[in-house]
């Protein structure tokens, strides 16, 4: 999941759907509530670890802060010199788990087809929007935490990415994160702490009393997707009013894609081709093991 968020338009949740964690990372997640929050201040830490399956979690995000110091480096510079390759390699990845995520439904009927549909018009419309003007009004800041905190949550969609489509990402990650702009980024922190809240729990229920239909459109989610992962496209980088590109810790920030066809007669794209083939395999094998571990 650490090393998904360096990769534009990839989801940690669509990671954790492969590796079969998601269930458990967001029932995890919705166990802090209140019941949580009085174990911890009565000092009962055995009770509240329990409660919020806490081992589980600092195993997880310990993972995901190493992976983005070390593997999430690696990532950055195979990006930057070999962008195809990374995205072939991720291409391959997600198309698989969208045959592994789909299998989990128990019943496919016109509604699980349906919610399919749904979320992958869904996920290619987000790819073909244009980005909104900044607004940084309190209320439109707070929406904007709501919808960071959703997309981080929901397979296939990328946080970063909704963020540049609702005009802000320039407001809060380049100018109020470095200068600590409270005006701004506590709107933000609040909207996503209400998303974390309330996502997580309407997902466990959805997941609870209509998994087949739930898994259907977070399908959809991950197969709509696979438009921004395209391997062969040409970046279009964020400007400022004044229509200079705009830099973030010395790099371009991605606006949108213009995507194309591959030239088979490129020997670099049949290069691209097997890194595909190596995404489909690696998921073979996670899935291999964890049949392997529910055995045992």
Not at 222 to 232: E, K, N, T, V, Y
């Given at each position: 999941?650490?090393?998904?968020?360096?990769i534009?338009?990839?989801?940690?949740?669509?990671?954790?759907?492969?590796?079969?964690?998601?269930?458990?990372?967001?029932?995890?997640?919705?166990?802090?509530?209140?019941?949580?929050?009085?174990?911890?201040?009565s000092?009962?830490?055995?009770?509240?670890?329990?409660?919020?399956?806490?081992?589980?979690?600092?195993?997880?995000?310990?993972?995901?802060?190493?992976?983005?110091?070390?593997?999430?480096?690696?990532?950055?510079?195979?990006?930057?010199?070999?962008?195809?390759?990374?995205?072939?390699?991720?291409?391959?990845?997600?198309?698989?788990?969208?045959?592994?995520v789909?299998r989990?439904?128990?019943?496919?009927?016109?509604?699980?087809?349906?919610?399919?549909?749904?979320?992958?018009?869904?996920?290619?419309?987000?790819?073909?929007?244009?980005p909104?003007?900044?607004?940084?009004?309190?209320i439109?800041?707070?929406?904007?935490?709501?919808?960071?905190m959703?997309?981080?949550?929901?397979?296939?969609?990328?946080?970063?990415?909704?963020?540049i489509?609702?005009?802000?990402?320039?407001l809060?990650f380049?100018?109020?994160?470095?200068?600590?702009n409270?005006?701004i980024?506590?709107?933000?922190?609040?909207?996503?702490?209400?998303?974390?809240?309330v996502l997580?729990?309407?997902?466990?229920?959805?997941?609870?009393?209509?998994?087949?239909?739930?898994?259907?459109?977070?399908?959809?989610?991950?197969?709509?997707?696979?438009?921004?992962?395209?391997?062969?496209?040409e970046?279009?980088?964020?400007?400022?009013?004044?229509?200079?590109?705009?830099?973030?810790?010395?790099?371009?920030?991605?606006?949108s894609?213009?995507?194309f066809?591959?030239?088979?007669?490129?020997?670099?794209?049949w290069f691209?081709t097997?890194?595909?083939?190596?995404?489909?395999?690696?998921?073979?094998?996670?899935?291999w093991?964890a049949?392997?571990?529910?055995?045992?």
């Amino acid at each position: 999941m650490g090393a998904a968020n360096v990769i534009p338009g990839v989801s940690g949740g669509t990671i954790a759907f492969i590796t079969d964690i998601y269930e458990e990372l967001i029932n995890s997640l919705k166990s802090f509530d209140i019941k949580a929050f009085k174990l911890l201040i009565s000092l009962k830490i055995s009770e509240f670890s329990s409660y919020v399956n806490l081992r589980f979690l600092i195993i997880l995000f310990s993972g995901v802060f190493i992976s983005i110091i070390t593997f999430g480096k690696l990532l950055s510079y195979l990006f930057e010199f070999y962008p195809v390759y990374v995205w072939a390699f991720f291409f391959g990845l997600i198309l698989a788990s969208v045959y592994f995520v789909g299998r989990n439904i128990d019943k496919w009927n016109i509604g699980s087809w349906g919610l399919l549909l749904t979320g992958t018009m869904i996920a290619v419309t987000i790819a073909y929007l244009n980005p909104a003007n900044e607004n940084g009004n309190i209320i439109y800041l707070f929406i904007c935490g709501i919808v960071a905190m959703a997309s981080m949550l929901l397979p296939g969609l990328s946080g970063s990415f909704v963020l540049i489509l609702m005009g802000n990402y320039r407001l809060i990650f380049l100018e109020a994160v470095p200068s600590f702009n409270m005006g701004i980024l506590i709107p933000v922190v609040l909207g996503s702490i209400v998303g974390f809240v309330v996502l997580s729990r309407l997902i466990s229920f959805l997941l609870q009393r209509f998994r087949d239909a739930t898994i259907g459109l977070l399908t959809g989610f991950i197969l709509g997707s696979l438009l921004i992962i395209w391997p062969w496209k040409e970046a279009i980088y964020l400007k400022d009013d004044g229509g200079e590109l705009i830099l973030r810790k010395g790099e371009y920030v991605v606006e949108s894609y213009q995507w194309f066809a591959p030239d088979y007669f490129n020997p670099a794209t049949w290069f691209a081709t097997l890194f595909i083939i190596l995404g489909i395999l690696l998921v073979i094998l996670i899935e291999w093991v964890a049949q392997l571990q529910k055995t045992a």
